[in-house]
């Protein structure tokens, strides 16, 4: 039996897992978004006429929808 106290891991394989988890989390990514300034707000500046991106219902999800009477339309 092991406790809340016993590692499970050594320590090499414990800091791996940390180098492994801040590169799928992409922080240094984050970190250098974080610091890029903010967009402009003038109306003016923004980019040309965006389409809205489409939205694909499945006929599972409609399914489920219709179960607890959430209509999709």
């Given at each position: 039996?092991?406790?809340?106290?016993?590692?499970?891991?050594?320590?090499?394989?414990?800091?791996?897992?940390?180098?492994?988890?801040?590169?799928?989390?992409?922080?240094?990514?984050?970190?250098?978004?974080?610091?890029?300034?903010?967009?402009?707000?003038?109306?003016?500046e923004q980019p040309a006429e965006q389409?809205k991106r489409g939205i694909e219902i499945?006929?599972?999800?409609?399914?489920?929808a219709a179960a607890i009477h959430f209509?999709?339309?």
């Amino acid at each position: 039996m092991t406790s809340s106290y016993d590692d499970l891991a050594t320590p090499a394989e414990m800091h791996a897992d940390c180098r492994a988890a801040g590169v799928n989390l992409r922080l240094e990514q984050a970190a250098r978004r974080a610091t890029r300034p903010a967009p402009s707000l003038h109306f003016d500046e923004q980019p040309a006429e965006q389409p809205k991106r489409g939205i694909e219902i499945s006929e599972a999800t409609a399914r489920l929808a219709a179960a607890i009477h959430f209509h999709l339309d």
